[in-house]
């Protein structure tokens, strides 16, 4: 199937620190991808959908100047965490569609972040 | 809004019992179902899926059957194995050109030998 790698696996950072995660789909164009926060124990919530060439559409709640997204390329996004602080500490997903028309997402495998 | 409500765990099972996991839903019009599956260490997998009322999804001898008419798509497998142990995640794609999953929260299933 399709895969979707995401760097770093875990980082650890000082408060007001940012922190960027990649995104990588591996083996399709992925015109959108999808960024999902994973708190312990709880569900995926969808925090922003990245379109390559345009601008991150961000859920409700969502900071869009602390969770800046960037979909440079059709196999590349971006989420840069801003002036991180503890409370942003999380499990950051990616997923995307491979192709326009398939309902079936392919998730990398997740960013731990902790920040100190 | 779409909402997903799965049951929670964990759930501890010994090899070969049979499972089942509850999933019911909330959306409007006719959403596709799914089950993911996340093994320790990894990303999310999809595990089977369907995409419209009393259409069985299957895979691995996992098996879902979407319900309409009780808005649910529980999870279902005859004889569990240890290598089942994950976490098993329902999630539906509803609003029409919202591509984006909605979840529930997760059951962790402990298969133990």
């Known amino acids: 199937g399709a895969v979707v790698s995401q760097h770093p696996s875990r980082v650890i950072c000082k408060s007001g620190t940012s922190v960027k995660i990649e995104c990588r789909s591996l083996d399709f164009q992925a015109t959108t991808m999808f960024w999902y926060r994973q708190f312990p124990k709880q569900s995926l919530m969808l925090m922003a959908t990245s379109n390559e060439g345009s601008k991150a559409t961000y859920e409700q709640g969502v900071e869009k100047d602390k969770f800046l997204i960037n979909h440079a390329s059709l196999t590349l996004s971006t989420l840069t965490v801003t002036s991180a602080h503890p409370e942003d500490s999380s499990f950051y997903i990616c997923?995307?569609?491979?192709?326009?028309?398939?309902?079936?997402?392919?998730f990398g495998p997740g960013t731990r972040l902790t920040v100190l | 809004g779409d909402s997903v409500t799965q049951m929670e765990g964990p759930v501890t099972l010994s090899e070969e019992a049979f499972l089942t996991i509850n999933c019911t839903y909330t959306?409007?019009?006719?959403?596709?179902l799914f089950w993911y599956v996340q093994y320790p260490g990894e990303g999310l997998q999809l595990l089977l899926k369907?995409?419209?009322?009393?259409d069985k999804g299957s895979n691995k001898g996992f098996e879902a059957t979407y319900r309409k008419e009780t808005t649910s798509f529980h999870l279902e497998k005859g004889s569990v194995q240890v290598s089942d142990s994950a976490v098993y995640f329902c999630?539906?794609?509803?609003?029409?050109?919202?591509?984006?999953?909605?979840f529930g929260s997760g059951t962790r299933l402990q298969v133990q030998p």
């Open positions: 369907a995409t419209k009322a009393d």
């Open positions: 959306a409007t019009g006719y959403p596709s």
């Open positions: 997923s995307s569609h491979a192709g326009s028309s398939t309902d079936t997402q392919y």
């Open positions: 999630a539906l794609l509803g609003a029409p050109g919202r591509r984006a999953l909605t």
